[in-house]
């Protein structure tokens, strides 16, 4: 399994930038990062996914070093809105490899105002 | 747009009742998956189907059973209910890659 490890929280506020970083040292050549982001009581929702380098959205970007062996994802100017929880997944297509995804127990961000 | 729609939304059990998680997906996607979570925790991957016919067990496979007739449907089968399995279950659909989208959970508390 490619698993990953997280801050398990932060604590941020409004209008700053955050940057959550996750560790994921046994990445096979295949894998992708992806990230979710899941508020309480709802199902995870997908933010952003890469291979390398650096990938931008109109939410997020992700920052990808080139050995893979970490990820940073960064939200520009944080809302209580985004106060959730992010999950960081390593993992390449499905199908008999679907094993492989691994979700962790995520970082808990806190936005205060 | 519909997407991934569980039922029921909430539902208790008492310890030894069984019950079907249902689930369904109008993206015609052909992967789809059940995960548990826990207070406080991730979720974990009880079964997944890669097609119509096909299903495997995930992390957490005990207790539980599924079946995959159609694209559309992936139910989850409680088969004797324990205060263990309280928890809250989401099901997952997937064409390929890393993009999973998530329904919106049922809650299930076993007593």
């Known amino acids: 399994l490619a698993k990953t490890t997280q801050p398990i929280s932060m604590d941020s506020y409004e209008g700053q930038e955050v940057n959550i970083t996750c560790s994921h040292n046994n990445i096979a050549t295949n894998d992708y990062i992806t990230w979710y982001q899941q508020f309480p009581s709802q199902g995870p929702r997908f933010i952003i996914q890469g291979y390398k380098t650096k990938v931008t959205n109109e939410v997020a970007s992700l920052f990808i070093p080139a050995d893979r062996k970490s990820s940073t994802l960064s939200l520009p100017r944080v809302s209580l809105s985004d106060t959730a929880v992010y999950y960081c997944?390593?993992?390449?297509?499905?199908?008999?490899?679907?094993?492989?995804?691994?979700f962790g127990s995520g970082t808990k961000l806190n936005v205060k105002p | 747009n519909a997407g991934v729609t569980q039922t029921p939304k909430f539902q208790v059990l008492k310890t030894g009742q069984s019950m079907t998680l249902q689930c369904a997906q109008d993206m015609n996607h052909e992967y789809m998956s059940w995960y548990r979570q826990d207070p406080g925790m991730g979720l974990r991957l009880i079964h997944y189907?890669?097609?119509?016919?096909?299903?495997d067990q995930g992390e957490v496979p005990n207790g539980y059973n599924v079946s995959r007739s159609t694209t559309e449907d992936f139910p989850l089968r409680l088969l004797s209910a324990a205060p263990s399995q309280t928890s809250v279950y989401f099901c997952a659909s997937s064409e390929s890659g890393n993009t999973i989208y998530f329904g919106e959970g049922s809650w299930l508390t076993v007593v």
């Open positions: 189907s890669v097609g119509a016919g096909i299903t």
């Open positions: 997944l390593v993992g390449h297509g499905y199908g008999y490899n679907f094993n492989k995804f691994y």
